[in-house]
């Protein structure tokens, strides 16, 4: 077992890996805690309006890499997680967060004798969290977000209040989840490789999730790193189209000193079929 990382290191490791060695061992368990760890990450108002979907199944791994559009992540992975948002489930969290108010301070305390940080707690969770998250079609975002407008002429007031608002908010929480994850497997060397150029509806639909859940952004994981390889392999292409070109050859003679080779290798290989196209 490799010695994790320190944060800097694993912040420094961590790549966007786009071509795996399938047959390097994985193992599961480890990846399980990684997506644990993206549970501590913070998130707004612990709504945690997440779901981190972990698919094993190689076949599974297969119906989906078309739904990347076969991008090489995705064909070479061994497993993934799916990182989802569930905006829909605000009103399941904010009871499940009265119910922990419950637990720690008592459940039928009259208000006259609860604590100032109860009566808070009890509040925010009780009405500032389904004023900001109720919304019929958007309509009533619009209207909250009137109000907002003049009670903000007089003083400073959350803003952020429309259905659109609250995606964003909600895509945040699953972003930095979604980092926590990443670094948490670059730490114990565990390669990544985040992916939102996918068809997220036909996705949802093959893993059973409802309509009104949204992918935030999908993670193709590989236990080494192929770095080197990956770079040898574009550092050919690269080759490959200088030798075919003199024009681009001075192209990436004067961009060589901007991108080190460090940048080369998270170049996509789309990028590469690009330069090909223009030298063929
Ligand atoms: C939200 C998001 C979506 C991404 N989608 C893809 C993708 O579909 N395919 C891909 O190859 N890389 C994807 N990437 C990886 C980026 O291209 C990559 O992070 C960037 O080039 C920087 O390289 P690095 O991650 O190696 O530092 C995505 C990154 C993010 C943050």
Redesign the pocket.
């Known amino acids: 077992m490799t010695i994790e990382k320190t944060v800097s290191e694993a912040i420094h490791h ?3 890996v ?1 071509i795996f060695d399938e047959k390097k061992p994985l193992d599961t368990s480890r990846v399980k805690k990684c997506i644990e760890q993206a549970t501590l990450a913070p998130n707004s108002s612990n709504m945690q309006l997440w779901e981190f979907i972990h698919v094993t199944s190689k076949e599974i791994i297969d119906e989906i890499a078309p739904l990347c559009f076969n ?1 090489n ?1 995705a064909k070479t992975a061994q497993q993934l997680v799916v990182f989802v948002v569930r905006k829909d489930l605000w009103k399941k969290r904010a009871n499940a967060n009265l119910d922990f108010i419950d637990s720690i301070y008592g459940k039928n305390t009259p208000k006259s004798e609860q604590l100032g940080r109860e009566k808070v707690a009890r509040n925010y969770y009780g009405k500032i969290i389904p004023f900001a998250y109720f919304d019929v079609m958007g309509i009533f975002g619009w209207l909250k977000y009137l109000l907002i407008l003049i009670v903000g002429l007089f003083k400073p007031i959350y803003r952020e209040v429309r259905k659109k608002d609250m995606r964003i908010v909600a895509h945040k929480t699953c972003g930095l989840a979604a980092q926590n994850f990443m670094i948490s497997m670059a730490a114990i060397d565990y390669d990544t ?6 068809d997220t509806w036909r996705i949802k639909k093959l893993l059973g999730l409802p309509k009104a859940s949204e992918i935030t ?1 999908s993670f193709h994981v590989e236990s080494e790193n192929l770095k080197e390889s990956t770079a040898s392999v574009l550092e050919f292409l690269l080759k490959k189209c200088t030798q075919k070109s003199r024009y681009l050859k001075e192209i990436v003679l004067i961009l060589t000193p901007l991108f080190p080779m460090t940048s080369l290798q ?1 170049l ?1 290989p789309i990028h590469f079929y690009f330069f090909l196209f223009l030298v063929d």
């Open positions: 961590r790549r966007s786009r991008q992540a490789c985040p992916m939102e150029g996918t952004c998270v996509e």
